[in-house]
């Protein structure tokens, strides 16, 4: 599976983007799509991710209600709209896919095989 994201940028704190992730290939072994952020310094990071079959979704904490993810599965993309967006927020975004099927959705990198090249989010205060 390859995955192509886009739709980073700058942006002023209180603004919002949407990224996308187009995924080509084995795409109908893909259980889970999806995001995760790695900043400077810091470990790759859970933002949230969805089930290809059903759409059900987790987010973490500290996204719940800023960030929607959805997917598209007739065009293999999914998507992460991110609103309200903080300084704190700013990150490279990585989009990824799962081809292993778990009991609930799964967050860590690890459980995710195929990554995208990352988008450069910037969030200026």
């Known amino acids: 599976v390859q995955l192509q994201a886009s739709g980073g940028g700058l942006v002023q704190a209180g603004g919002s983007l949407r990224l996308s992730c187009a995924a080509s290939?084995?795409?109908?072994?893909?259980?889970?799509m999806g995001w995760f952020r790695q900043a400077p310094g810091k470990e790759r990071e859970f933002v949230s991710a969805?089930?290809?079959?059903?759409?059900?979704?987790v987010y973490a904490d500290s996204m719940k209600g800023r960030f929607t993810i959805s997917r598209d599965n007739a065009q293999n993309m999914v998507y992460l709209q991110m609103n309200s967006l903080k300084p704190e927020d700013t990150a490279v975004y990585y989009c990824?896919?799962?081809?292993?099927?778990?009991?609930?959705?799964?967050?860590?990198?690890?459980?995710?095989?195929?990554w995208g090249q990352g988008t450069q989010v910037t969030v200026s205060s």
């Open positions: 990824a896919v799962s081809l292993t099927y778990y009991s609930s959705i799964p967050g860590r990198p690890y459980q995710y095989k195929y």
């Open positions: 290939g084995r795409t109908f072994s893909v259980y889970y």
């Open positions: 969805i089930r290809r079959s059903g759409g059900d979704t």
